[in-house]
């Protein structure tokens, strides 16, 4: 089992999750001062061994611009940077075994048609991190996210918001009364991940909240369901470990191991569970 222990990759995924930038990049942006943003320049494929015949086999087209991104999506303006080459080849081999892992039923559920790898992602001018829109059925990825956090982080964020864009088409990522039911009674989810940015150790597993991975999956039903996914999906024996202690997280394992079944098939690597 791969170690879990907290530390300053949990810590950055918080930062990132919550949208706040590693403090490089604020020092970047201050040393950079206030600039205009770049015009969008076209786009290219991300290319590589097997780059064709991953994409064809799950529809996903996978891109990185010339220079600068940007685009406006679900009501925001998305943009980015192309990665230097190094980083965007560790992202690229990253990315595409991570997304690999899913079955086509999957992405065509979760509408994913296309995955683009930046650097510096914002989301109308605010620092993000890797993100997704459901508008343009894209996955931003950030490769900040991989330089900062690592790649165990890294693979863990690909999956928690691509769980997020499956929750949107299946139509329970507003409300999800049958996964609430499955929480202790009397039980009130707080008031979404945003409102966790001022605790940097909400995103650090842990044991002190009974039927949930860490405080941040107490945040919102939304970010409970994607924690329990990307963390089933990254670090199977640890879930498992988990849920053989906790009755609430083996059932929230349960209902997800049911839905994806029910949505088509697990994706690659996925828990078995027994009975
Ligand atoms: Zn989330």
Same mark, same amino acid.
């Given at each position: 089992?791969? /170690?879990?222990?907290?530390?300053?990759?949990?810590?950055?995924?918080?930062?990132?999750?919550?949208?706040?930038?590693?403090?490089?990049?604020?020092? #970047?942006?201050?040393?950079?001062?206030? %600039?205009?943003?770049?015009?969008?320049?076209?786009?290219?494929?991300? %290319?590589?061994?097997?780059?064709?015949?991953?994409?064809?086999?799950?529809?996903?087209?996978?891109?990185?611009?010339? %220079? %600068? !991104? /940007?685009? /406006?999506? =679900?009501?925001?303006?998305?943009?980015?940077?192309?990665?230097?080459?190094?980083?965007?080849?560790?992202?690229?081999?990253?990315?595409?075994? *991570?997304?690999?892992?899913?079955?086509?039923?999957?992405?065509?559920?979760?509408?994913? &048609?296309?995955?683009?790898?930046?650097?510096?992602?914002?989301?109308?001018?605010?620092?993000?991190?890797?993100?997704?829109?459901?508008?343009?059925?894209?996955?931003?990825?950030?490769?900040?996210?991989? !330089?900062?956090?690592?790649?165990?982080?890294?693979?863990?964020?690909?999956?928690? *918001?691509?769980?997020?864009?499956?929750?949107?088409?299946? +139509?329970?990522?507003?409300? =999800?009364?049958?996964?609430?039911?499955?929480?202790?009674?009397?039980?009130? !989810?707080?008031? #979404?991940? *945003?409102?966790?940015?001022? =605790?940097? /150790?909400?995103?650090?597993?842990?044991?002190? !909240?009974? #039927?949930?991975?860490?405080?941040?999956?107490?945040?919102?039903? *939304?970010?409970?369901?994607?924690?329990?996914?990307?963390?089933?999906?990254?670090?199977? +024996?640890?879930?498992?470990?988990?849920?053989?202690?906790?009755?609430?997280?083996?059932?929230?394992?349960?209902?997800?191991?049911?839905?994806? &079944?029910?949505?088509?098939?697990?994706?690659?690597?996925?828990?078995?569970?027994?009975?």
């Amino acid at each position: 089992m791969q /170690s879990m222990s907290p530390g300053w990759s949990q810590l950055v995924r918080l930062m990132t999750g919550m949208g706040l930038a590693p403090f490089w990049a604020w020092a #970047g942006g201050i040393a950079g001062g206030a %600039t205009t943003p770049a015009p969008p320049s076209s786009m290219v494929p991300v %290319t590589g061994p097997d780059m064709d015949r991953i994409s064809s086999r799950l529809g996903i087209r996978f891109e990185v611009p010339v %220079t %600068t !991104y /940007s685009s /406006s999506d =679900d009501g925001w303006t998305y943009a980015g940077k192309r990665p230097p080459t190094p980083l965007l080849e560790s992202m690229r081999r990253l990315t595409v075994n *991570e997304i690999a892992r899913y079955p086509r039923p999957l992405v065509k559920l979760a509408g994913l &048609k296309r995955v683009v790898i930046l650097r510096g992602i914002t989301l109308d001018g605010a620092s993000r991190g890797t993100t997704y829109s459901t508008e343009q059925g894209t996955l931003y990825v950030d490769v900040d996210d991989l !330089y900062t956090g690592g790649q165990e982080y890294m693979r863990q964020v690909i999956h928690h *918001e691509t769980f997020h864009m499956l929750d949107t088409f299946a +139509g329970t990522v507003e409300a =999800d009364p049958v996964w609430n039911a499955l929480n202790r009674k009397g039980f009130k !989810y707080g008031k #979404g991940g *945003e409102s966790m940015q001022d =605790d940097p /150790s909400a995103g650090v597993y842990t044991l002190k !909240y009974p #039927g949930f991975l860490n405080r941040y999956s107490t945040s919102g039903q *939304e970010e409970d369901k994607a924690e329990v996914f990307s963390t089933a999906i990254t670090v199977p +024996g640890y879930m498992l470990q988990r849920s053989r202690k906790d009755p609430v997280l083996a059932k929230k394992l349960r209902l997800m191991d049911q839905r994806l &079944k029910q949505w088509g098939a697990v994706p690659k690597g996925w828990p078995q569970l027994k009975g």
